[in-house]
C-alpha cells in the first residue's frame, strides 16, 4: 500500500541553523505534500504545502522542496528559533480520494 | 477552535466499557477523519467519511465504529473490543474540491483505567 518514510525521527539544532526534514512517498499519483507542525499536546497546524506541479515554494523561513522523479519532498527551517520547537509531519495525497498518508514524524529540538 | 471542535478533551475508559468522542465542524467540510496518535508514531487512519451517511474503514479500523448522520458531525465509538485504547486521538475535516488541506481538531486524550 502507500506508505511516507520521514527522516530524521528527531532532530536538536542550535538557534539560527538550519533544520532540514526528509519524505519520501510511494504513490506516484501523489500530487499534494503538506507539512504539519505539532506541537506538545496541540492540534497539527498546516505550515506549507506544495503540489506537484511546482518545485520549491517558500513563506518567510520556510521552504519546501519536491522531487517528482525520485519522490522526495524535504522541509527546510532557516534561521531556527526555540519556538519552532515541535514535532513536523510530512503528508502526501492518495490518488482518486480526498485522503492523507502521514509520515511518522520529527522532533525538532532548537536550543538557545 | 479555530471551526472544528472535539470533546471531551480527556477521557478515562473502564476495560469492558464504550466511549465515544464527539466531533463538530462549521467549516461546511464535505470530507471528516479520524486518526490515533502514539508516543513516537504518525497519525493513523482509523475512519473517513467524504459525504453524509457513508463512511470508509482506514487502516485501524478495528474496534472502532463511526457514523455520519449530518455533516457537522462525526462521531467516533471506541468499543470495548478495541483492546489497547489509550492514545490521542484527532478529528479533521477537509473540503472535496481538491485542495486536500486538512483541519484539525483539538484532540481527545483517551485512556483506560
Known amino acids: 500500500g502507500e506508505n511516507v518514510e520521514q527522516h530524521p525521527s528527531t532532530l536538536s539544532v542550535q538557534e539560527g541553523d538550519s533544520a532540514v526534514i526528509k519524505c519520501t512517498y510511494s504513490?506516484?499519483?501523489?500530487?499534494?505534500f503538506p507539512w504539519y507542525k505539532q506541537e506538545l499536546g496541540k492540534r497539527p497546524q498546516l505550515i506549507i504545502d506544495i503540489r506537484s506541479n511546482v518545485g520549491e515554494k517558500k513563506d518567510q523561513r520556510i521552504a519546501v522542496t519536491l522531487n517528482k522523479t525520485a519522490k522526495h519532498f524535504s522541509l527546510h527551517i532557516t534561521e531556527t528559533q526555540p519556538e519552532d520547537s515541535a514535532v513536523y509531519f510530512c503528508?502526501?495525497?492518495?490518488?482518486?480520494?480526498?485522503?492523507?498518508?502521514f509520515g511518522t514524524g520529527t522532533r525538532l529540538q532548537v536550543f538557545p | 477552535d479555530g471551526g472544528i471542535t472535539q470533546s471531551p478533551k480527556y477521557l478515562f475508559r473502564k476495560e469492558g466499557q464504550n466511549v465515544t468522542l464527539s466531533c463538530e465542524q462549521n467549516?461546511?467540510?464535505?470530507?471528516m477523519y479520524w486518526y490515533r496518535q502514539d508516543p513516537g508514531q504518525g497519525l493513523r487512519l482509523i475512519y473517513y467519511?467524504?459525504?453524509?451517511?457513508?463512511?470508509q474503514k482506514g487502516d485501524i479500523a478495528e474496534g472502532y465504529s463511526v457514523s455520519r448522520e449530518k455533516k457537522e458531525s462525526f462521531p467516533l465509538t471506541v468499543t470495548s473490543a478495541q483492546k489497547n485504547p489509550t492514545a490521542f486521538y484527532l478529528c479533521?475535516?477537509?473540503?472535496?474540491?481538491?485542495?486536500?488541506?486538512?483541519?484539525f481538531g483539538s484532540g481527545t486524550r483517551l485512556t483506560v483505567v
Open positions: 504513490d506516484s499519483a501523489s500530487n499534494y
Open positions: 467519511s467524504q459525504i453524509v451517511n457513508d463512511f
Open positions: 479533521a475535516s477537509s473540503t472535496s474540491t481538491g485542495n486536500y488541506g486538512y483541519t
Open positions: 503528508a502526501a495525497s492518495i490518488q482518486g480520494s480526498d485522503k492523507l498518508i
Open positions: 467549516l461546511n467540510h464535505d470530507a
